[in-house]
C-alpha cells in the first residue's frame, strides 16, 4: 500500500509507517501514559500545523491562499522543474496512478525549450584567450 497520498490521513496510517511525522512535528509538551507511567512526546495534531501554518502566511503578508498542502505542491513542482523524472515524483507523493502525478506539469510550460542537455550543467568557466578575444 502507497502512504501518502490524499486518500491517507495521517491517523489512518500506521504508527511504524509514520514516523517521520512524529520527528518532524513534535507537540511541544510530553504527556504520560496512564497505563505505564512512561513519559512520551506525541506527534502535532494535523489541525495544531494547519493553524500554525496559517499563521505564517498572515505574518509574512502573503495575499494568496495558501495551506500546508501547498507545500506538496510546492515539492513536486520544484522536482519537476529540477528535472526529475515523472515516474519519481509519482513515488515520492505515494500516487498510484501517474496521471495524477502529471497535474503538476501544466504550471511548467516548458515545451520543446526544456530540454536540457548535460552540459548546460557544467560550471561556466571564462579565460580571456579562449576564445580568440584578449
Known amino acids: 500500500m502507497v ?3 490524499r486518500e491517507h490521513s495521517i491517523a489512518s496510517i ?3 509507517v509514520r514516523w517521520a511525522w512524529f520527528w518532524v ?6 504527556s504520560v501514559d ?5 513519559v512520551r512526546r506525541h506527534h502535532m495534531y494535523d489541525q495544531t500545523f494547519q493553524r500554525a501554518f496559517k499563521r505564517a502566511v ?6 494568496k491562499p495558501a495551506t500546508p498542502h501547498s507545500l506538496r505542491h510546492s515539492f513536486a513542482t520544484h522536482l519537476l522543474q529540477a528535472g526529475y523524472d515523472i515516474r519519481t ?9 501517474v496521471s495524477t502525478t502529471m497535474i503538476y ?10 530540454v ?12 580571456p584567450g579562449i576564445l580568440g578575444t584578449s
Open 25 to 30: 512535528f513534535p507537540q511541544a509538551d510530553h
Open 3 to 5: 502512504y501518502g497520498c
Open 14 to 16: 500506521p504508527a511504524q
Open 116 to 127: 536540457r542537455s548535460p552540459v548546460d550543467s557544467l560550471p561556466v568557466i571564462y579565460s
Open 105 to 114: 506539469t501544466h504550471v511548467l510550460k516548458v515545451g520543446g525549450g526544456g
Open 58 to 63: 498572515g505574518r509574512v503578508g502573503v495575499n
Open 34 to 38: 496512564p497505563r505505564t507511567g512512561v
Open 89 to 97: 515524483v509519482q513515488e515520492l507523493l505515494g500516487h498510484s496512478d
